[in-house]
T-cell receptor, first 114, second 111 residues
Framework: NAGVTQTPKFQVLKTGQSMTLQCAQDMNHNSMYWYRQDPGMGLRLIYYSASEGTTDKGEVPNGYNVSRLNKREFSLRLESAAPSQTSVYFC?????????????FGPGTRLLVL | AQSVTQPDIHITVSEGASLELRCNYSYGATPYLFWYVQSPGQGLQLLLKYFSGDTLVQGIKGFEAEFKRSQSSFNLRKPSVHWSDAAEYFCAVAGTYKYIFGTGTRLKVLA
């Protein structure tokens, strides 16, 4: 039982390049989330997927797209990376998306955009 | 507006000393409150959560937190800190559609 896994762990991009961050969970959770973590700003929600087949914008969605590929996988795509997207990205999941539920986090992806 | 404030960016304590990390929230209804811990290079792990009932909540690793509605606070405490507690701690409130995290408090433990 790996919980929430993320790939890659670290990535360096040049401005304008694209990439996809992968996330998978093996807990049979319905809801999945993408956050970014920046110094002094805590975690901010980028997108979330309440259930398979649905996605919604969070607090900071600009410059990102997501795909809920199936119940297990939720990917985050940067179509044209910008230095402002340098951050640590966390994927999380929860059982049904109810607000009182615990969210389980992956280990994060460190992204540097030059 | 819904928000979470962690007023201390950094805290340093000696091993064996007591610890209190502060968290204040702004939320209209009865809040769902959480404390998460992030060890270096790791994701976030839930320490404890509060929904209702007893205002003193026990969590993992010997942590506890007390909900005080009158002060809009949910402070995290530990009676005796261990070196392995050095990490970043985040308070969060479940908002209308999402979680709202504080900016975090980084704990340093002196041997």
């Amino acid at each position: 039982n790996a919980g929430v896994t993320q790939t890659p762990k670290f990535q360096v991009l040049k401005t304008g390049q694209s990439m996809t961050l992968q996330c998978a969970q093996d807990m049979n959770h319905n809801s999945m989330y993408w956050y970014r973590q920046d110094p002094g700003m805590g975690l901010r929600l980028i997108y979330y997927s309440a259930s398979e087949g649905t996605t919604d914008k969070g607090e900071v969605p600009n410059g990102y797209n997501v795909s809920r590929l199936n119940k297990r996988e939720f990917s985050l795509r940067l179509e044209s990376a910008a230095p402002s997207q340098t951050s640590v990205y966390f994927c999380a999941s929860s059982a049904t998306g109810a607000l009182r539920e615990t969210q389980y986090f992956g280990p994060g992806t460190r992204l540097l955009v030059l | 507006a819904q928000s979470v404030t962690q007023p201390d960016i950094h805290i340093t304590v000696s091993e064996g000393a007591s610890l209190e990390l502060r968290c204040n929230y702004s939320y209209g209804a009865t809040p769902y409150l959480f404390w998460y811990v992030q060890s270096p290079g790791q994701g976030l792990q839930l320490l404890l959560k509060y929904f209702s009932g007893d205002t003193l909540v026990q969590g993992i690793k010997g942590f506890e937190a007390e909900f005080k509605r009158s002060q809009s606070s949910f402070n995290l405490r530990k009676p005796s800190v261990h070196w392995s507690d050095a990490a970043e701690y985040f308070c969060a409130v479940a908002g209308t559609y999402k979680y709202i995290f504080g900016t975090g408090t980084r704990l340093k433990v002196l041997a």
